[in-house]
């Protein structure tokens, strides 16, 4: 499919997604300037503040988004998940611009103008309103302008919490391999940016002193694009609006809401909109919350931000519980469950009928010119090879450091550490020699990728569950009770691969596994 294709077929969820992002950086632009003008106005005034109050804004611009997000999750009141987690961590980053440029502005101003105001009998009140904020506004309407850059930029992260916007779609590309996503999602978002730049940039050279000529009309301009803009984020407010209404409605109809949550890859959604499906069957209102990044599925569990979400035992075994790798699955399963209803009052679902496991990934082309069928076949031929893991892989107890010692491989370079879903993309562009991936990950036949046999059994076995809070049990003990032993290997990796390599939407492979099911 051509660019134009995919921006025809998609381009209303192309608007809604930008609707979204345009109301995140808004919002969270205006609680910047709440916030930050104020707190400007008082660092001119009381100077000893000035240290400690620029120090803590210069630290939230070097926290890391993501870090950020995952930090606010447990915070009751200003995290959670979704777009409110969003907007107060994108305020935080746009703090430090729009603080440092009130002060640097008001401080800027020739203090024999402020002389004159108090021979002019000027009360403080008088002289902010009348002489240093509107002296001062040219400087900081360019503190706003680069925070609401910054913000468009920052705010595609906010995907990873669930807050929606154009993130979704670079997400999504970069796990479905996918160009028109990625690059629908990052076109989209620069011009969002240079679109606020302009308008930004319109209003600011209105103030600017001694400019008389063309400035009603620059203003009128400026603040016409930002009102466009605003329109905007409140028609995709009022639609989010009017979809909570229908929401509450439901959940009056039904009694209950359940919130079902996913990782952010295709597998993780394609089993949390199974069993989203399968309880609005069953007469519940069902609230979604996919696309959660890294660990914050298990995070917003325990903050009850969402009620149950797909996982692995595994994955539960070694990373949360941080036990050493076994590979009994019966035994895996049953001290996970054990272990998660006493440390995390948690309670896991009958296994769905299949494991994704840790899959070691070759080119085919090089797997069947060399002849290569197992991982212990690849460890003569690779020590010139260029390894790449993901993050997740290269910490975790049962992953890099286990596996090449109990293999005996020895890399001459460092593995490259980076995103699970840009490895598989490396090792079909031959910048990888071997990654890391799972076993019914429809790239594997998308990009013509070979799996090594684990001829040693190291890894553990990764069988699919639910994770959910120990208050919803008795609510979705009936799905998972439906779902118990329901999903083969072969059907996991033929839905995988609709959706990564026939490019199909995840609710129209669900829909019709279960007319199928």
Avoid: C
């Avoid at 969270?28 to 620029?54: E, H, I, Y």
């Avoid at 103008?113 to 001062?136: H, Q, S, Y």
């Avoid at 050493?324 to 440390?343: G, H, K, L, M, N």
């Avoid at 490259?416 to 799972?438: H, K, P």
């Amino acid at each position: 499919m051509s660019f134009l294709d995919f921006i025809t077929a998609n381009w209303r969820e192309l608007m809604m997604l930008t609707r979204e992002h345009i109301a995140i950086v808004m919002l969270s632009t205006t609680f910047a300037v709440l916030f930050g003008l104020p707190l400007g106005v008082l660092l001119t005034r009381v100077r000893s503040l000035q240290v400690p109050v620029l120090g803590f804004a210069n630290v939230m611009q070097t926290v890391p988004s993501l870090a950020l997000f995952g930090l606010l999750i447990p915070i009751p009141f200003l995290g959670g998940i979704g777009a409110r987690t969003a907007v107060i961590a994108l305020a935080l980053y746009a703090l430090l611009p729009v603080i440092r440029n009130t002060v640097t502005g008001i401080l800027g101003i020739d203090p024999k103008l402020r002389e004159a105001a108090d021979a002019m009998g000027m009360t403080n009140a008088e002289k902010l309103r009348i002489v240093e904020l509107p002296l001062a506004a040219p400087v900081i309407l360019t503190g706003i302008r680069v925070a609401v850059v910054i913000s468009v930029g920052v705010a595609t992260v906010a995907a990873a919490v669930g807050a929606g916007g154009l993130g979704t779609y670079i997400f999504r590309g970069l796990r479905q391999n996918d160009n028109n996503l990625l690059i629908a999602g990052a076109v989209a978002s620069a011009l969002l940016a240079l679109l606020f730049d302009l308008a930004l940039g319109q209003i600011e050279r209105s103030f600017a002193i001694g400019e008389r000529t063309q400035r009603t009309r620059r203003r009128i301009v400026g603040f016409g694009i930002v009102g466009a803009l605003a329109a905007a984020a409140l028609i995709g407010g009022f639609a989010g609006s009017e979809s909570s209404a229908g929401r509450a409605s439901e959940l009056q109809a039904n009694g209950e809401r359940i919130v079902v949550g996913s990782k952010d890859f295709t597998e993780s959604i394609i089993l949390a909109e199974i069993l989203a499906r399968i309880l609005e069957r069953e007469g519940f209102a069902v609230e979604r919350q996919f696309e959660l990044g890294g660990n914050l599925p298990h995070e917003s569990l325990l903050a009850k931000a969402i009620d149950v979400y797909p996982e692995y035992t595994g994955t539960a075994f070694t990373a949360i519980l941080k036990r050493d790798p076994i590979t009994d699955p019966q035994t895996v399963y049953r001290e996970t469950a054990r272990s998660y209803e006493r440390e995390f009052g948690l309670v896991l679902s009958p296994p769905l009928g299949f494991a994704n496991d840790f899959a070691i990934l070759i080119r085919g082309d090089v797997a069947r010119k060399q002849g290569l069928r197992t991982v212990s076949d690849a460890v003569p031929v690779s020590r010139d090879w260029q390894a790449g893991f993901g993050q997740d892989f290269m910490s975790r107890a049962d992953g890099y450091p286990g596996f090449v010692r109990a293999y005996g491989f020895a890399f001459a370079r460092q593995p490259r550490e980076m995103d699970l879903s840009l490895t598989y993309r490396a090792l079909a562009a031959g910048e990888l020699d071997i990654i890391a991936g799972n076993s019914t990950d429809g790239l594997i036949s998308a990009l013509d990728l070979f799996q090594l046999q684990d001829d040693r059994r190291y890894f553990p076995p990764y069988e699919a569950v639910f994770v959910a809070r120990q208050d919803k049990a008795e609510l979705l003990r009936a799905a998972f009770e439906r779902l118990r032993n329901a999903i083969s290997t072969d059907e996991m990796r033929k839905m995988n691969f609709e959706v990564d390599g026939n490019k199909r939407q995840p609710r129209d492979v669900v829909a019709e596994w279960l007319r199928e099911n």
